[in-house]
Nanobody, 119 residues
Framework: QVQLVESGGGLVQAGVSLRLSCAAS????????MGWFRQAPGKERDFVAG????????YYADSVKGRFTISRDNAKNTVYLQIHSLKPEDTAVYYC????????????WGQGTQVTVSS
Protein backbone atom coordinates (compact mmCIF):
# COMPACT_ATOMS: atom_id res chain seq x y z
CA GLN A 1 0.00 0.00 0.00
CA VAL A 2 1.48 3.29 -1.10
CA GLN A 3 1.44 6.23 1.27
CA LEU A 4 2.80 9.72 0.79
CA VAL A 5 2.80 11.86 3.91
CA GLU A 6 3.59 15.56 3.66
CA SER A 7 4.76 17.68 6.55
CA GLY A 8 6.45 20.99 7.25
CA GLY A 9 3.70 23.43 6.40
CA GLY A 10 2.44 26.16 8.68
CA LEU A 11 1.80 29.86 9.13
CA VAL A 12 4.89 31.90 8.29
CA GLN A 13 5.78 35.49 7.51
CA ALA A 14 6.72 36.66 4.07
CA GLY A 15 10.42 36.46 3.30
CA VAL A 16 11.29 33.40 5.32
CA SER A 17 12.22 29.96 4.02
CA LEU A 18 10.40 26.70 4.57
CA ARG A 19 11.13 23.06 3.81
CA LEU A 20 8.33 20.64 3.08
CA SER A 21 8.85 16.90 3.38
CA CYS A 22 7.14 13.98 1.72
CA ALA A 23 7.79 10.63 3.36
CA ALA A 24 6.98 7.70 1.10
CA SER A 25 6.13 4.12 1.93
CA UNK A 26 5.13 1.32 -0.41
CA UNK A 27 7.26 2.73 -3.20
CA UNK A 28 10.86 3.80 -3.72
CA UNK A 29 11.17 7.50 -4.51
CA UNK A 30 14.28 6.92 -6.63
CA UNK A 31 12.25 4.66 -8.94
CA UNK A 32 9.41 7.12 -9.50
CA UNK A 33 9.06 10.63 -10.78
CA MET A 34 8.10 12.59 -7.70
CA GLY A 35 6.30 15.88 -7.91
CA TRP A 36 5.05 18.75 -5.81
CA PHE A 37 1.81 20.52 -6.63
CA ARG A 38 -0.08 23.30 -4.92
CA GLN A 39 -3.65 24.48 -4.78
CA ALA A 40 -4.49 27.98 -3.69
CA PRO A 41 -7.99 28.85 -2.42
CA GLY A 42 -10.46 28.96 -5.29
CA LYS A 43 -7.88 27.85 -7.85
CA GLU A 44 -6.91 24.67 -9.61
CA ARG A 45 -4.09 22.47 -8.45
CA ASP A 46 -0.88 23.43 -10.26
CA PHE A 47 2.40 21.67 -10.83
CA VAL A 48 5.33 23.22 -8.93
CA ALA A 49 8.38 20.96 -9.17
CA GLY A 50 9.41 17.45 -10.13
CA UNK A 51 12.36 15.11 -9.84
CA UNK A 52 12.82 12.14 -12.11
CA UNK A 53 13.59 8.74 -10.68
CA UNK A 54 16.33 7.86 -13.09
CA UNK A 55 19.15 10.35 -12.82
CA UNK A 56 17.31 12.72 -10.49
CA UNK A 57 16.77 15.46 -13.07
CA UNK A 58 14.74 18.30 -11.61
CA TYR A 59 12.29 20.63 -13.33
CA TYR A 60 10.11 23.51 -12.19
CA ALA A 61 7.17 25.63 -13.09
CA ASP A 62 8.36 28.96 -14.47
CA SER A 63 6.60 30.81 -11.67
CA VAL A 64 8.82 29.26 -8.98
CA LYS A 65 12.19 28.86 -10.69
CA GLY A 66 14.96 30.26 -8.58
CA ARG A 67 13.00 30.15 -5.31
CA PHE A 68 11.94 26.51 -5.05
CA THR A 69 14.24 23.51 -4.90
CA ILE A 70 13.13 19.89 -5.03
CA SER A 71 15.42 17.17 -3.72
CA ARG A 72 15.27 13.68 -2.32
CA ASP A 73 17.00 11.53 0.25
CA ASN A 74 17.03 7.97 -1.02
CA ALA A 75 18.10 6.56 2.33
CA LYS A 76 15.08 8.14 4.01
CA ASN A 77 12.82 7.54 1.00
CA THR A 78 11.75 11.16 1.33
CA VAL A 79 11.34 14.04 -1.08
CA TYR A 80 11.72 17.68 -0.07
CA LEU A 81 10.61 21.04 -1.35
CA GLN A 82 12.68 23.97 -0.16
CA ILE A 83 10.97 27.31 -0.58
CA HIS A 84 12.93 30.53 -0.23
CA SER A 85 11.65 34.09 0.16
CA LEU A 86 8.07 33.08 0.73
CA LYS A 87 5.41 35.39 -0.65
CA PRO A 88 1.73 35.71 0.28
CA GLU A 89 0.85 34.30 -3.15
CA ASP A 90 2.61 31.06 -2.17
CA THR A 91 -0.25 30.41 0.23
CA ALA A 92 -1.74 27.06 -0.77
CA VAL A 93 -2.10 23.43 0.12
CA TYR A 94 1.01 21.65 -1.11
CA TYR A 95 0.71 18.09 -2.33
CA CYS A 96 3.29 15.42 -3.00
CA UNK A 97 2.67 12.94 -5.81
CA UNK A 98 4.34 9.97 -7.48
CA UNK A 99 4.31 8.93 -11.14
CA UNK A 100 5.49 5.64 -12.53
CA UNK A 101 8.21 5.78 -15.19
CA UNK A 102 6.88 6.41 -18.71
CA UNK A 103 3.39 7.16 -17.39
CA UNK A 104 1.79 10.53 -17.99
CA UNK A 105 -0.38 10.95 -14.94
CA UNK A 106 0.50 10.88 -11.27
CA UNK A 107 -0.80 7.74 -9.63
CA UNK A 108 -0.35 8.45 -5.94
CA TRP A 109 -1.06 11.55 -3.90
CA GLY A 110 -0.52 12.68 -0.36
CA GLN A 111 -3.10 14.42 1.78
CA GLY A 112 -1.41 17.81 1.49
CA THR A 113 0.13 20.28 3.89
CA GLN A 114 -1.11 23.85 4.31
CA VAL A 115 1.30 26.74 3.85
CA THR A 116 0.00 30.17 4.79
CA VAL A 117 2.20 33.21 4.23
CA SER A 118 1.32 36.44 5.98
CA SER A 119 2.49 39.82 4.69
Amino acid sequence: QVQLVESGGGLVQAGVSLRLSCAASGLTVSSYTMGWFRQAPGKERDFVAGIRGSGGTTYYADSVKGRFTISRDNAKNTVYLQIHSLKPEDTAVYYCAARRPYFVSYDYWGQGTQVTVSS
